[in-house]
């Protein structure tokens, strides 16, 4: 007898694909099953979105705590960098918490989100009745993996933003000053700015196809979150590493800083394309082992 959803063939998994072999309800329409809308706004609730959002939105304000308690010292041997230019404006106090939150910071959002989006359903064991829907399942991860990358597109735009904000209320709007000693107008570098923020999202792509990928064949979220963000410190850490010359261009650590390039006088874009393409060209590899695993994957949580 069918249900009121389905009828799967005897052996199937649950997964509520409405494939072959199934009978679906009248009326049932896949593309209409879990809405962006829906998926958004139950990610948007969770206590870690919060909680992210929250300490990203904060760090400017405790930064500028440590300036105005600490002061500004001078660069060591003559020296300067975009951290002891942070108060020359509200531009260089945005771009200075830029520079703080690459390579670190802004990987830990962007692996929380990605990460713990399938791996947190599986391990609440709900995923199976998201599947029973029934949500097909390339369609659960496309939204899934959507609004994971809209929340981390979120998250790394917040930081320079509150920046910009919480610099020019500080230290006045102004030109923006290079540590080469250069100088680029504030109507020149404000665009600028907003380039170097999308690199920084870009590049951070690998990390979020990474911790999306893990996400699908693990049901421990801290597992999928901390296996990218170890990964992205081993890349680091190995780009530091001078002996491997060449091959360092095919880390992605090795372009993390190319946006700086945005902001030169000269805008170049050498390092910022070579950086996203490489980000991409793994990011599509892992997204499509993440796809390609789950559409097999026996759910069972």
């Known amino acids: ?32 099953t879990l809405p962006l ?18 300490v990203l939105a904060a760090l400017p304000f405790i930064v500028l705590a440590a300036f105005r308690l600490g002061g500004n010292e001078p660069g060591r041997e003559g020296r300067t960098s975009f951290i002891e230019l942070a108060t020359a404006s509200g531009l260089n106090f945005s771009v200075t918490l830029l520079f703080m939150g690459t390579g670190f910071l802004l990987v830990i959002p962007v692996a929380v989100f990605c990460g713990d989006t399938v791996a947190s359903e599986a391990g609440w064991s709900s995923l199976r009745y998201l599947l029973a829907a029934p949500v097909p399942r390339m369609r659960l991860l496309a939204r899934k993996l959507t609004v994971a990358l809209a929340f981390s597109a979120g998250a790394v735009l917040l930081l320079p933003l509150v920046a910009l904000l919480v610099g020019t209320a500080a230290y006045g709007w102004g030109d923006l000053r290079l540590p080469t000693g250069a100088v680029v107008p504030a109507g020149e570098a404000l665009p600028r700015l907003a380039i170097a923020i999308a690199y920084v999202f870009l590049a951070e792509l690998v990390v979020a ?19 990218a963000v170890f990964l992205s410190i081993i890349t680091g850490v190995l780009d530091a590493v001078t002996a491997l010359g060449g091959l360092r261009a095919w880390l992605p650590a090795h372009w993390q800083y190319a946006w700086a390039d945005a902001l030169q006088p000269k805008l170049e874009w050498g390092g910022m394309l070579q950086g996203v ?12 082992l993440a796809f390609r695993g789950f559409a097999r994957k026996d759910v069972v949580s």
């Open 1 to 32: 007898m069918t249900t009121a959803v389905e009828q799967e063939r005897p052996g199937g998994d649950g997964g509520g694909d409405g494939g072959p072999g199934r009978e679906q309800a009248a009326g049932y329409r896949p593309g209409r």
């Open 37 to 54: 809308r829906v998926e958004a706004v139950r990610q948007l609730r969770r206590r870690r979105t919060l909680v992210i959002g929250g």
């Open 209 to 227: 196809a990474l911790a999306f990928w893990l996400s699908t064949v693990t049901d421990a979220p801290l597992g999928a979150v901390g296996g």
């Open 277 to 288: 393409s490489l980000s991409l060209s793994y990011a599509v590899v892992l997204v499509a």
